[in-house]
């Protein structure tokens, strides 16, 4: 939060949403396969979100630095989607709901695009 607050360029910024996101769906990723569904579906939560607030920090921009993070955006957008369908079976029904939330939220991401 801190390499945020003190980050005012808005590429770097998105491109440090993008980073934490991804760290976030990897972390969430090793939590789920070791049988910590709960904290794993939460920190993947949580990285999408950031995936969000990257493409929020996108809207911003213009010209090349734009398309630039777009294409960063997609990318890490279609890796978080790949990643999430292939845990899906190991997410337990009651986690199922903030599971399908994180996914439209993906979705959405990408649609919007």
Same mark, same amino acid.
């Given at each position: 939060?801190?390499?945020?607050?003190? !980050?005012?360029?808005?590429?770097?910024?998105?491109?440090?949403?993008?980073? $934490?996101?991804?760290? %976030?769906?990897?972390? /969430? @990723? *090793?939590?789920?396969?070791?049988?910590?569904?709960?904290?794993?579906? !939460?920190?993947?939560?949580?990285?999408?979100?950031?995936?969000?607030?990257? $493409?929020?920090?996108? %809207?911003?921009?213009? /010209? @090349? *630095?734009?398309?630039?993070?777009?294409?960063?955006?997609?990318?890490? !957008?279609?890796?978080?989607?790949?990643?999430?369908?292939?845990?899906?079976?190991?997410?337990?029904?009651?986690?199922?709901?903030?599971?399908?939330?994180?996914?439209?939220?993906?979705?959405?991401?990408?649609?919007?695009?």
């Amino acid at each position: 939060r801190v390499w945020l607050w003190f !980050t005012r360029d808005s590429v770097l910024k998105a491109e440090r949403f993008i980073l $934490y996101a991804d760290k %976030r769906l990897g972390a /969430g @990723e *090793a939590l789920i396969k070791g049988n910590k569904q709960n904290l794993g579906v !939460t920190t993947i939560t949580k990285g999408e979100k950031y995936l969000n607030r990257a $493409y929020e920090e996108y %809207r911003s921009l213009s /010209g @090349e *630095a734009r398309n630039e993070v777009q294409n960063k955006i997609r990318q890490s !957008t279609s890796y978080h989607q790949r990643t999430l369908e292939s845990l899906q079976d190991k997410v337990p029904e009651s986690l199922r709901q903030p599971w399908y939330d994180s996914r439209q939220l993906n979705h959405s991401i990408l649609e919007k695009l």
